[in-house]
């Protein structure tokens, strides 16, 4: 018989409701910045077309915005429902965050309403583009928050623990501790350059369908070059998230990479298949690669998984999480800046079909690297919900309900998911660029 286990299906029901939350949190974090822009280079370059990319890509975002509150709420309502002794234990110490995040929320939603009202009410163009900037501001803040919160989770401090609480709380302190910095920067940028491939992936889709309006164009070359410059500052960022975790949670690091042995000039593991006798084989090594990332140098001593209690290690196959995140990172950085090269060098044509469809690919490929990217960090905790304070199975419920709900929240889940789908179809289905365009005179000056 199957034994009911509460801390197994809350652990899956959180993912199931994280995973899907993730996917509109991203868009929310990074489509208004790429809406900011489009309409920042309209009004400097007076080009229309800009101007109605912002339009139409904020009237998809609001759809996406509605979502995101309902599984943000679920989140909520699960963190006290499914892990009661956490939030026993530590709730008045993510609690400042938390509110912070909600405070950020309403701000944002604030202005996105008063913006979305104000298309072409102001004599100045310029004010209008004023709004979005709070808008900006709250998003990015409201990731901003609720990573602090995670961040706390992998390092917590900023407290005394007596007898399994958390006194004496310091909510800054708790805040800004050493994985914030490392854990909010790739949490943001990452959500930037995802959302700059998702509207490109569109963009590129259409050109591919045989629209070649200079609308598309003009769309694909914004977030290619947007997301050039997000993917190289993602990489920047994770060279610096590899020394965060060789410092702080270097069994975590370990587990990535499949590290037994302490040791320097320790290699980089890509790929390959672990043996029950911890060996590794048909995997891609790159000499000295580990070291550099941990430390900055091929003598930066590694420690290994030996070195660690096994019953405390989390489970080896983040390896592959982790390896997918990085390998799609450095997909999307060498299309878009391909992208980028080709639309430089006069004569050659960065709208051809192969690297279209790599950049269609590129739209859910990075959504991917959002998931294996939060599964890597979420797992590769484990079997810490506070780590080195207390295991998962210490925070979670009892209740012998759990998986009722999560059978519940999935078919929530899913009508959540197709309706947002059907609406937004259905929203540019029946208002086509084209008929849009020749609405405001521009389809005969500017189709190519």
Not at 396 to 408: E, R
Request: charged letters at 15%; hydrophobic letters at 50%; one cysteine or more.
């Amino acid at each position: 018989m199957f034994e009911y286990d509460p801390v197994m299906y809350s652990r899956i029901l959180t993912y199931v409701t994280l995973g899907f939350h993730v996917i509109f949190a991203t868009i929310g974090v990074g489509i208004p910045l790429m809406i900011a822009i489009a309409e920042w280079m309209g009004i400097k370059r007076n080009d229309p077309h800009y101007t109605l990319l912002a339009r139409r890509w904020a009237r998809g975002f609001v759809i996406t915005v509605a979502v995101g509150v309902v599984t943000g709420t679920a989140i909520g309502l699960q963190l006290s429902l499914l892990w009661p002794n956490f939030m026993q234990a530590a709730g008045h110490t993510i609690g400042l965050p938390m509110f912070m995040e909600v405070f950020a929320f309403f701000f944002e939603a604030i202005f996105l309403g008063i913006y979305l009202y104000t298309w072409d009410r102001f004599k100045s163009k310029m004010k209008h583009f004023l709004l979005i900037i709070p808008v900006v501001i709250g998003a990015t803040a409201s990731a901003f928050f609720i990573t602090s919160v995670n961040a706390f989770m992998n390092v917590p401090q900023g407290f005394d623990l007596v007898d399994g609480v958390l006194q004496d709380v310091n909510p800054l302190a708790a805040m800004f501790n050493p994985a914030t910095p490392t854990k909010i920067s790739h949490v943001i940028i990452t959500c930037y350059l995802t959302s700059a491939f998702v509207l490109g992936a569109i963009a590129a889709f259409n050109i591919l369908k045989g629209n070649k309006h200079v609308y598309h164009k003009k769309a694909l070359h914004l977030t290619m070059v947007a997301g050039a410059i997000f993917a190289i500052g993602t990489a920047v960022i994770g060279d610096f998230s590899g020394k965060y975790l060789h410092e702080y949670q270097p069994e975590k690091l370990a587990a990535a990479e499949w590290h037994f042995e302490t040791e320097s000039e320790a290699p980089l593991i890509l790929g390959g298949i672990l043996t029950e006798d911890n060996e590794v084989k048909y995997a891609l090594e790159i000499p000295y690669a580990l070291s550099i990332l941990a430390g900055g140098s091929p003598d930066t001593e590694v420690i290994g998984l030996n070195e660690y209690d096994p019953d405390l290690l989390p489970p080896l196959w983040v390896h592959y999480f982790f390896d997918l995140m990085v390998f799609i990172g450095m997909f999307l950085a060498a299309v878009s800046v391909l992208f980028v090269f080709m639309s430089w060098k006069k004569g050659w044509n960065p709208f051809n079909r192969p690297l279209a469809w790599m950049i269609v690919a590129g739209g859910p490929l990075a959504m991917l690297a959002i998931q294996s990217g939060w599964i890597f960090a979420e797992v590769g905790r484990q079997p810490w919900i506070l780590n080195g304070v207390m295991l998962t199975e210490e925070g979670a419920t009892t209740s012998p309900h759990v998986d009722l709900m999560l059978i519940l929240f999935s078919i929530l889940y899913a009508v959540l998911g197709i309706t947002c789908v059907t609406v937004l179809r259905k929203m540019f289905k029946s208002n086509p660029v084209e008929h849009e365009l020749e609405e405001r005179g521009l389809s005969h000056k500017t189709a190519q």
